[in-house]
């Protein structure tokens, strides 16, 4: 998360078309569930992710 977040905050217009940014989140959350990962759900809206 401390990574994305923080190419987030570099490049977030660019970061939103990579594919393996947005497996990675989706990997995150399948790992973690729904327990509380601080700035998950804001970074989910940018990258258009489902947490399913």
């Given at each position: ?47 258009n992710?489902?947490?399913?």
């Open positions: 998360m401390t990574i994305l977040t923080r190419v987030q905050a570099m490049a977030g217009e660019w970061m939103r078309y990579q594919v393996l940014a947005r497996d990675t989140l989706q990997q995150i959350f399948e790992d973690k569930g729904r327990r509380r990962i601080e700035g998950l759900l804001p970074l989910a809206e940018h990258l992710v489902t947490m399913r």
